[in-house]
């Protein structure tokens, strides 16, 4: 091979990755307590994606719908300052470092009982007063993407153990992937996941209820008063929970059923059809007015889908912002809630030596009506 054709080859490799996507970065702000957050933008064929370091972020996801109209199809605000001061909504957070609910804060590992803060009437909720998604991150940029790290140390909001986490956002055609990796120099629990709420409407203010979900599952977990596991995998056939088929949203939400009354809609998990570890299709969303398309697939073996019930339009920051009620939607790939309570989910504990990946990826189409 002569060395011009070398040349040659190689442009048009350059020229080919330049195609697939870029990665750009740019200040967003400073914490109150002087830490500077930076958001990075990716790119690729039909997405771009804004993460940033102030808990890792999903700030916006832009896609265009079925007539090539670009619109941000997440929640959040346009300044950092809202962010920080809407401390319970968790927009597009990675949340640890246990997502989700544990009961009245308290879990046994190892013959020892550890308690935990307790900030959702009296359990723990995405890991208590300072989680992962109140932290400032650091981050690598990547060639299709960025990785972004944090490290917990032991006794970090009652845990034990220090862990270390990575979370890549890649993207790639129509996709966003999030790769999670987590270790620990003792044996601890963890329960990462992200906490995006999706509006594929584009506008931010349309209701979610209109859209069609299908949830891959056939079994369900349902929930005491206080939102957390009664340990029973229910059935969801014969039940407003039955997601099996597309079915919209709103269509049965008021229904007169006693875990939608407890949640006020769904907020629970639904068990994942297919082995903890393996990539499985958990949901497909699709709005029939834009004719956006979003397919969640996972390694994770459960997903809670949450309606946005508890958006209230309470506005946060300089701008004011507020989103209301059924806004957003939450599809958060995860082990089930409470699980260091309930010996028969799948396992959350984490112990030294083992790496635990998991991997989700929000893929975005469209369809015609």
Not at 82 to 103: L, P, S
Not at 180 to 186: I, N, Q, V
Not at 219 to 237: D, F, H, M, N, R
Request: charged share 20%; with cysteine; net charge neutral.
């Amino acid at each position: 091979m002569t060395a011009r054709w070398l040349k040659v080859m190689l442009l048009m490799m350059t020229t080919g990755i330049a195609a697939q996507g870029s990665v750009t970065k740019a200040p967003f702000g400073t914490t109150p307590d002087g830490k500077a957050v930076d958001v990075y933008t990716l790119k690729a064929e039909g997405i771009e994606a804004s993460i940033m370091t102030y808990g890792a972020r999903v700030v916006a996801i832009r896609t265009p719908d079925r007539s090539g109209k670009v619109a941000n199809v997440v929640l959040g605000y346009s300044a950092l300052d809202g962010y920080i001061a809407d401390k319970t909504q968790y927009f597009g957070a990675i949340v640890g470092r246990y997502g989700n609910r544990i009961a009245l804060g308290k879990f046994k590992l190892n013959g020892h009982e550890y308690q935990v803060p307790t900030n959702d009437h009296a359990n723990s909720l995405h890991g208590g007063t300072v989680g992962y998604d109140k932290l400032v991150w650091s981050a690598k940029e990547l060639p299709d993407g960025v990785e972004m790290s944090l490290v917990s140390k032991d006794g970090d909001m009652g845990y034990p153990g220090t862990l270390t986490v990575h979370v890549k956002y890649t993207v790639h055609k129509g996709s966003l992937r999030i790769d999670y990796a987590s270790s620990t120099d003792k044996a601890t629990v963890a329960n990462l996941t992200n906490h995006s709420y999706f509006n594929l409407a584009g506008d931010g203010k349309t209701t979610v209820l209109h859209d069609e979900l299908t949830l891959f599952s056939d079994k369900y977990t349902p929930v005491s008063a206080t939102l957390i596991p009664t340990g029973e995998l229910a059935p969801v056939a014969g039940t407003p929970f039955d997601f099996r088929k597309a079915t919209t949203i709103g269509a049965r939400i008021h229904d007169d059923n006693a875990q939608l009354k407890i949640a006020g809609g769904y907020d629970h998990n639904w068990v994942l059809r297919g082995a903890n570890g393996v990539e499985k299709t958990a949901a497909k969303v699709y709005d029939p007015a834009t004719g956006r398309v979003l397919t969640v697939t996972t390694t994770e073996p459960g997903v809670q889908f949450y309606s946005g019930n508890f958006l209230d339009g309470t506005p946060f920051g300089k701008a004011h912002e507020s989103h209301a009620r059924n806004t957003g939607l939450c599809l958060e790939t995860q082990h089930f809630p409470d699980s260091p309570n309930h010996p028969a989910f799948p396992s959350t504990e984490l112990k030294p030596g083992e790496v635990r990946h998991s991997t989700t990826t929000f893929t975005f189409s469209t369809q015609a009506k």
